[in-house]
């Protein structure tokens, strides 16, 4: 009954897209997408793709723990619900329940290598049952798994992460999703990197291996069906996790869903993580659900004689300037549809009606001052150049070395301040997202992850101005994918060397202004006389003691920015790596290699002594973690 549902909705897409010989469309399990000329959410419908042949899964429910792990209520149920969801929706599934390890292996074994070699399939894999994490590598546990503190022999007998890294490499199916219903660290995955794109594209058929896990590493997740819950209805469209409503649930969607959903509904205890597998050749594409019939009804290029609701105004608006001769009415018509079907014969229209006298389009030059929406974070221009990296004078520690040149030889928009509270508030107005409900604070003399604190109680009174804190990498990632996904443009964190040519603006010294340890107080908030810090700088006041100073309270740098030293760290987008040793000398983030479980941390906060102030000066976090002495700032690429 179920696939004869499915045979219907295969023929039904195959027909409306138009697709000839459509045979394998017609298969249980396969699935032909439209492709967006880019990520916006309007962009024209450039082609269509069969993404998948056939469809998997493998989903596996363990309840009947022996020995010292806790037997589960409901995973085995949880298992079955969730098959019987896949297989209306065309998968063929292959259950396990209460599994041995013996079992376990031979399941994975057999689904990744053997079902997992069609190329293009995809390959989708449940798992609800206890999870363990240990020094940074997650495992599942079988039902006859030992007790850890047995170290080695509970190892040999637990499944780790990065054995099924090795499982999802190995196969040759074109996607890969596996969900755990339990909590790891992200050992073999790049946590969070995943940013929902808007729309289907070319880059969601790249091959990619996914991941979201019910739990973050040490939580104990709960066995009340609520995640299972909430992930049937959002693959059957039941909810709004299809963020763009087209039609589509991307994991990435999903993954922004969940986590946003179990954090709320767990008060922070539980907070989902997903991501992709740390690998540059299967990190591109993106996992696809089919929720319902898509929107858009034909593959077109051309005018958007059939869309509905917001199309018809788009077309109405557009019926009505079309032969106007005031560059203003196409101006218009971009602000009100930034991506609309008619943007690029606007913008050629706003061009060419525009007199010499005020162009329409100068080019951004170094200082200009941009903002993209009123609630956007206010950006200042950077000129290209080149500049020394690392410990130019040999104050500094081993991680700044070697020293080396960088060429930015693009200009780049970089936030005037750090991102601000009541900028951060917009984002989670908008978006409803929720950071958790811990962070690390001070607590007497001591840094202690406390709960109840997060960026709106960081611990110290705070104004809308002040740098936004209590933030990790990942939630600065949501942020910018909002921004994105609101203007349209390219924000996104700065490279680690961005970062440096930003805050040095021209400077060779210590410090932007000077290498002068007296001048601090007046250029940066820092670790003062007025804290309490053994490591305090005793030579001056700036004002602000054991807490963040509304932005821009001290003279800005030589491009124009303000706390670059000092007021928060600032979160930048660079995997950590130890020293400079084979770092990109153009300006890039780099991605590669080093430890991507940690981001890189710039500038120093008011917590900091006046050597970790310094424009070289650079530390690593993982990068959950939320500290009321972290924030971040914004790039606009141009
Ligand atoms: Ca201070
Ligand atoms: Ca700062």
New binding site residues.
């Given amino acids: 009954m179920t696939l004869a549902r499915f045979t219907i909705a295969a023929l039904f897409l195959s027909a409306i897209l138009g697709m000839a010989g459509a045979d394998e469309s017609r298969a249980a399990g396969a699935l032909t997408v439209p492709l967006r000329a880019s990520e916006t959410e309007d962009a024209p419908v450039s082609d269509s793709v069969q993404l998948y042949s056939k469809s998997h899964a493998l989903v596996i429910g363990n309840d009947a723990y022996t020995g010292t792990w806790p037997r589960l209520s409901n995973a085995v149920k949880d298992a079955q619900l969730v098959a019987e969801a896949l297989e209306a929706k065309g998968f063929e599934v292959t259950l396990k329940t209460d599994l041995k390890y013996r079992d376990l292996v031979e399941a994975f074994e057999k689904f990744f290598l053997e079902t997992g070699e069609d190329p293009e399939a995809r390959l989708f894999v449940w798992y609800a049952g206890h999870g363990y994490s240990e020094r940074g590598e997650g495992y599942l546990v079988p039902i006859d798994a030992l007790d850890p503190e047995e170290g080695g022999r509970f190892r040999r007998r637990a499944l780790s992460l990065r054995r099924m890294g090795e499982y999802v490499r190995g196969a040759d199916a074109l996607h890969v999703l596996a969900v755990f219903d339990s909590c790891f660290s992200g050992t073999i995955f790049n946590v969070g990197r995943a940013k929902p794109p808007a729309a289907i594209t070319h880059a969601t058929t790249r091959p990619v291996r996914q991941f979201l896990t019910s739990g973050d590493a040490g939580q104990e997740v709960s066995d009340d069906g609520t995640f299972r819950k909430l992930f049937i209805r959002a693959i059957n469209g039941e909810t709004r996790a299809d963020g763009n409503g087209d039609g589509y649930l991307a994991a990435t969607e999903l993954g922004l869903f969940m986590g946003n959903e179990i954090t709320n509904y767990t008060n922070g205890r539980q907070t989902p993580r997903n991501g992709k597998l740390n690998d540059p050749d299967l990190d591109r594409g993106d996992f696809v659900f089919q929720i319902s019939a898509p929107a858009q009804s034909t593959v077109t290029s051309a005018a958007p004689a059939a869309r509905t609701g917001g199309q018809n105004m788009e077309m109405l608006f557009w019926q009505t300037i079309q032969d106007s001769k005031i560059a203003g009415d196409f101006a218009a018509y971009l602000d009100r549809f930034p991506n609309g079907a008619f943007a690029p014969l606007a913008r050629n229209r706003v061009a060419s009606l525009s007199t010499p006298s005020a162009p329409a389009a100068v080019a951004n030059r170094a200082g200009d001052a941009l903002r993209d929406c009123p609630e956007c974070p206010e950006l200042i221009v950077t000129p290209p150049g080149t500049f020394r990296m690392g410990d130019t004078d040999g104050g500094g520690r081993a991680y700044e070395l070697p020293d080396h040149d960088v060429r930015v030889a693009y200009p780049l928009a970089v936030g005037r301040f750090e991102v601000t509270v009541a900028e951060f508030a917009a984002f989670a107005r908008a978006t409803g997202y929720v950071t958790g409900n811990e962070c690390y604070v001070l607590n007497g003399r001591k840094w202690e992850n406390v709960t109840g604190r997060h960026w709106q109680n960081p611990g110290f009174a705070q104004t809308p101005r002040d740098p936004v804190t209590c933030v990790s990498w990942d939630d600065a990632q949501a942020y910018v994918g909002w921004l994105n996904r609101t203007t349209g443009k390219r924000y996104r964190l700065l490279s680690e060397a961005e970062w440096e040519y930003a805050a040095r603006a021209g400077s060779t010294s210590q410090y932007a202004f000077s290498g002068d340890v007296n001048d601090l107080?007046g250029h940066?908030?820092?670790?003062?006389r007025?804290?309490r810090f053994d490591w305090r700088n005793s030579n001056c006041?700036?004002?602000?003691?054991?807490?963040t100073?509304p932005v821009g309270r001290f003279a800005a740098n030589g491009f124009g920015l303000h706390d670059m030293h000092?007021n928060l760290w600032e979160w930048v987008g660079d995997c950590w790596h130890e020293d400079y040793r084979n770092a990109p000398a153009n300006g890039a983030a780099w991605t590669t290699g080093g430890d991507c479980n940690r981001r890189v941390l710039r500038g120093g906060s008011?917590?900091s002594r006046p050597g970790n102030l310094r424009s070289a000066f650079r530390v690593g976090d993982r990068a959950t973690a939320r500290y009321n002495f972290i924030g971040f700032r914004i790039a606009r690429e141009l």
Avoid: H, K, P
């Fill in positions: 107080c940066a908030n820092g670790a003062d007025g804290t006041t700036d004002g602000y003691n054991e807490q100073a000092g008011w917590d």
